[in-house]
T-cell receptor, first 112, second 118 residues
């Protein structure tokens, strides 16, 4: 499974846009990029998933360049409730809905 | 959306006792469920894959006799920590997706169980 690298922590203020970049240099052709959010003392929650270019949903946007060696999760106008750990995962298409291997994650702290 | 329920949400036990944690899929069936462990300030670590009607598959380094997994129905998997010791104190999380689901968007996690062994 492709290894991912992302910043250990980030700070932001309410109302700002937050971009968290993840590196996955060894991503394979059949890999999808998936992001999860985890609040303290809770299980992770799916945020967004993509294969290439841009994906947007009601929570976030995911930008993936043509070489797919990195991806950026964009959270628009964050609030205090967005304080959480964000995990970037690279998951093969044949393993969708299956076991996941989590990396370190990025601890996002949103301040008033 | 689909919900995965874990019970209990927290448990305190004495060293040497066994603790059972339940993971239920409330509105879907799952032939496979997954168990993770998470220590403070660390990431989730996959422990094992729970297979309905057959033996669980354990990740390397996870003692199968220590962490007993039973998946007796399509909506329930249990993890029993046997002869618990303080080093087993951790946050245990399960996940599951509906049968036939082929997307992580339909992979749901439980709310976790905090185990404290005294």
């Amino acid at each position: 499974l492709a290894k991912t690298t992302q910043p250990i922590s980030m700070d932001s203020y309410e109302g700002q846009e937050v971009n968290i970049t993840c590196s996955h240099n060894n991503i394979a052709t059949n890999d999808y990029i998936t992001w999860y959010q985890q609040f303290p003392s809770q299980g992770p929650r799916f945020i967004i998933q993509g294969y290439k270019t841009k994906v947007t949903n009601e929570v976030a946007s995911l930008f993936i360049p043509a070489d797919r060696k990195s991806s950026t999760l964009s959270l628009p106008r964050v609030s205090l409730s967005d304080t959480a750990v964000y995990y970037c995962l690279v998951v093969p298409i044949y393993n969708q809905g299956g076991k996941l291997i989590f990396g370190q994650g990025t601890e996002l702290s949103v301040k008033p | 959306g689909a919900v995965v329920s874990q019970h209990p949400s927290w448990v305190i036990c004495k060293s040497g006792t066994s603790v059972k944690i339940e993971c239920r899929s409330l509105d879907f069936q799952a032939t496979t469920m997954f168990w993770y462990r998470q220590f403070p300030k660390q990431s989730l670590m996959l422990m094992a894959t729970s297979n309905e009607g057959s033996k669980a598959t354990y990740e390397q380094g996870v003692e199968k006799d220590k962490f007993l997994i039973n998946h007796a129905s399509l909506t329930l998997s249990t993890l029993t920590v046997t002869s618990a010791h303080p080093e087993d104190s951790s946050f245990y999380i399960c996940s599951a997706s509906p049968i036939g689901s082929a997307t992580n968007e339909k992979l749901f996690f439980g709310s976790g169980t905090q185990l404290s062994v005294l």
